[in-house]
């Protein structure tokens, strides 16, 4: 099982490093099923991290950002290593007023 998420989530890598970005996002996405159906809480937080990272950094998905956002418990998504990646889609999504942490997260709170 382990086994399988690391190379999924090393597989994904390689996808973002020749700017395959569908594969990426589809190796990433993977590794939030998998991880989440097998608690694997580590390979989760990984995975939405670098997830994230590709749809705010380099794809600008934020319409799929806000689509992973609102899948997430509140904590989770408050937490701070995704929350800032949360602001700056909800920034540009025009759903807050700039990309703070504490404005994403009194915004995510509201959301629940």
Known sequence: MRKGLEKLLANGDQALDRFDFPLAADCYE?????????????????AAKRFLVLMVDYWV?????LMFLRELP???????ELCPLFAVSLERLGMISRPGQQEAIEWIRSQA
């Open 74 to 80: 509140v904590e989770l998504a408050c937490h701070q």
């Open 30 to 46: 993977k590794v939030l099923r998998r991880s989440k159906a097998w608690k694997e809480d580590a390979f989760f937080m990984e």
């Open 61 to 65: 998905d934020d319409e799929r950002v």
